[in-house]
């Protein structure tokens, strides 16, 4: 709908996978995953919303379809959302509550090394941009932190990053979701 999702394909196809724009319901049919990108979580909300794609998508997700999020897009998959607009809808398919925006100002953009767990080799580049804070994690494993918060959590074959892989060159996240994606049952 909005945001960066170009340079996920880009990162998609040369980790192997073929891709597809979703901008409406029937685009969900047959995909064995789904990434939701950055960009601002309440125009894509609120767009999705508009075009009767959330209600769908939501039901994709909670069907077992394979998702990787980062940054607006765990924002969108969240339980509780600070910082939001007023009744800034979430889909509450991730068991977190995030504030948008929750690094500060100094910190709008900065890299981290990330170190995340079962990736070997060297730390991945976390890219962070306006990047929620997860400020409550429940039924989620936790991949990676910064500074004591988590930055990359799992459910399932939902993947929730707050940083953004697609802005690195470093595949290794994207081809774990094509792993996950491609294991549907
Ligand atoms: N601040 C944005 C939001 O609230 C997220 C920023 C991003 O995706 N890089 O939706």
Known sequence: MQGAFAEHVRALGAAGARTRLVRMREDLDGLDGIVLPGGESTTMTMLMERVGLLEPLREAIRGGLATLATCAGTIVLAHEVTDGMPEQKSLGLLDVDVRR????????????????????????????????????????????????????????????????????????????FVRLASERP
Do not use: W
């Open 101 to 176: 925006n929750g690094y500060g100002r100094q910190l709008e953009s900065f890299e981290a090394p990330l170190h995340i767990e079962g990736m070997n080799g060297k730390e991945f580049p976390g890219v962070f941009i306006r990047s929620p804070l997860v400020e409550r994690t429940g039924d989620v494993k936790v991949l990676a932190t910064y500074e004591g918060h988590p930055v990359a959590v799992q459910h399932e074959r939902i993947l929730g990053l707050c940083f953004h892989p697609e802005l690195t060159g470093d595949l290794r996240l994207h081809r774990e």
